[in-house]
């Protein structure tokens, strides 16, 4: 059974920085994580990012553009989201999400059968 591991949430001030962490057990390449959604309270599940284990391509939300990275760690069937620039507006219930196939899903939270349990992030204006 795939298993996905969030870590790495908290509070931070307006301007500060957060690394999550996803990791992956109990499943195949296949169903390596593949991005990054949250939610706020009150609002629908949002893409924040994305990446493909076959390549280098990465995809972000328009929101996070040029404050957020995504990056896999292969030797640890992980995935890393390093938060910059933090804003109040960032707070949310950050999940990962995995699917059955390798190929990079797209930004659809319908496309993903495997999430993890959330970890949360406060940023404090």
């Known amino acids: 059974q795939v298993q996905l591991v969030e870590s790495g949430g908290g509070l931070v001030q307006t301007g500060g920085s957060l690394r999550l962490s996803c990791s992956a057990s109990g499943g195949t390449s296949n169903t390596w994580p593949k991005a990054w959604f949250r939610q706020a309270p009150g609002k629908e599940r949002e893409f924040v990012a994305g990446?493909?284990?076959?390549?280098?391509?990465?995809f972000y939300a328009d929101s996070v553009k040029g404050r957020f990275t995504i990056s896999r760690d292969t030797a640890k069937n992980m995935v890393n989201l390093q938060m910059n620039s933090l804003k109040p507006d960032d707070t949310a219930v950050y999940y990962c999400?995995?699917?059955?196939?390798?190929?990079?899903?797209?930004?659809?939270?319908?496309?993903?059968?495997?999430w993890g349990q959330g970890t949360q992030v406060t940023v404090a204006s």
């Open positions: 990446l493909s284990w076959s390549g280098p391509s990465t």
């Open positions: 999400a995995a699917a059955n196939f390798r190929a990079y899903p797209g930004s659809s939270p319908a496309l993903y059968a495997y």
